[in-house]
């Protein structure tokens, strides 16, 4: 199965409606408050326990220029002793670690679960969509400043950005789950099997292991399956939690 792995995560980046929309080229056009494309220009937040000792607020707020634009998105979490935990969107994006850095026009919080395991919770934030899928990044506290999830082994090795949702022909998922004793995040893909018939696709399954906020790869599954199968739903949606977002 290990020959699988190239597909398994990459296929969702190549099929074209998995692809990012790129941000707007500048214009003659006034900057204003809530710019198309994205048209997002409130701040969101969620309730979770980010720091191991009780109930935080994790908010992203839009950063304006003088112009009233919006040029970045701050991301913090506002511990019980009056500190925060801060970064700004494009540098939590950034290339680090011989990872490539990612884009992000926006950022919005769909909410907050323990994705890593019951000691703390991970915040899902999408940062980006295509015209059917939409691109998040699970963001928590690592030391003293925020990290993204990032995966460290494998074929998709540097992914920081997850795919969800998706359309007729394919899908993108993933869940918080447990191997034995351990937790374990599941990546989930299914795509369209030839002849297109919207009835069989290829099932994909990546299982990453913990190791703060590094994610290593464990195994993939690969399956033939129908439209009526029990993972078939699973492979478009984010689920840990309270977090249950379906495609």
Known sequence: MAQLAPTAITAATTLP???PVASPSASATPPT????PWGVCTASSATGNFDGRGQEVFRASPVPAPSGAIVDWLLEV???DGRNVSGRLSGLLAGRGGCPAL???YAIVRGAANFAGASRDLAFVEINHGSSTGFGILVGIQGEALGLATVASGAER???TFPFSGSVTH???LACGRRGSAPVLWVRQVADYPPRDYAHYDWYQATYAWQ???LYLLSL???VITSDDSRFGPSYAVACGSVSIRG
Do not use: F, K, V, Y
């Open 17 to 19: 409606d998995a692809t």
């Open 33 to 36: 408050a809530c710019p198309p």
């Open 78 to 80: 506002s511990l019980p």
């Open 103 to 105: 884009d992000g026009p």
């Open 158 to 160: 540097c992914q920081r």
């Open 171 to 173: 899908g993108n998922g």
């Open 212 to 214: 703060g906020l590094q």
């Open 221 to 223: 599954e690969h399956a």
